[in-house]
């Protein structure tokens, strides 16, 4: 059982990346929260790892630190909450906000993530409103320098980045790219990780 990741990243998506290790490139999903933290192409690169297994594929599924795994795991353990849609969630919500918005029944919060209805938002809060407690929060992610949007990562800039992402969630490109044009209006020294944010919360708030 692959448990983690270390070595050099080589591919770097909003919601994917391939880290190589002894010669090996390991295709593994991420969340929004995850990304945010990831070193440049070519840089040394570690990943907790949830690995799961299937009839027809190994799939690896990465974090950049031990809560959010243990939050995918417990997402993964609600019935009808599948990786795709536990990467979607902590992909909006954060450990913290996703514990917060279980412990005070904050169905809304949850069912406005992209793919998460109304029934199966109150099911994990109904599954899980007594297990959040065991989420203990720690320094363990280390975050990788801001980059502001006006800055070049290699791949593009962290406007096109941004849209990728909020595209990655299911949100149609025109709407991710008005999104990310209204906050980038506001701000346009924003870094990758609160332009995102941003724009989601526009796009949530049409919902």
Do not use: C, W
């Amino acid at each position: 059982m692959i448990a983690s990741l270390s070595g050099t990243l080589r591919v770097r998506d909003a919601g994917r990346v391939v880290i190589e290790t002894a010669g090996v490139g390991y295709e593994v999903f991420i969340p929004l929260t995850t990304y945010y933290r990831l070193p440049s192409i070519g840089s040394p690169v570690y990943l907790d790892i949830r690995q799961i297994v299937r009839e027809d594929a190994l799939l690896l599924y990465g974090f950049s630190g031990s809560t959010e795994k243990r939050a995918f795991d417990l997402l993964l353990g609600v019935q009808h909450v599948g990786p795709k849609a536990a990467l979607s969630i902590l992909s909006v919500l954060s450990p913290e906000d996703l514990v917060k918005a279980i412990s005070g029944e904050d169905i809304h919060r949850i069912d406005a993530v992209p793919g998460v209805g109304t029934k199966l938002a109150e099911r994990i809060v109904r599954e899980l409103r007594d297990k959040v407690a065991n989420l203990k929060f720690g320094g363990e992610a280390h975050p990788a320098p801001a980059q502001t949007a006006a800055a070049q990562n290699g791949v593009g800039t962290i406007v096109d980045d941004a849209v990728s992402a909020l595209v990655n969630l299911a949100y149609k490109p025109i709407e991710a790219r008005r999104a990310v044009d209204s906050v980038i209006a506001e701000n346009e020294s924003a870094d990758l990780e609160t332009l995102i944010r941003k724009s989601l919360a526009v796009l949530l708030a049409e919902k």
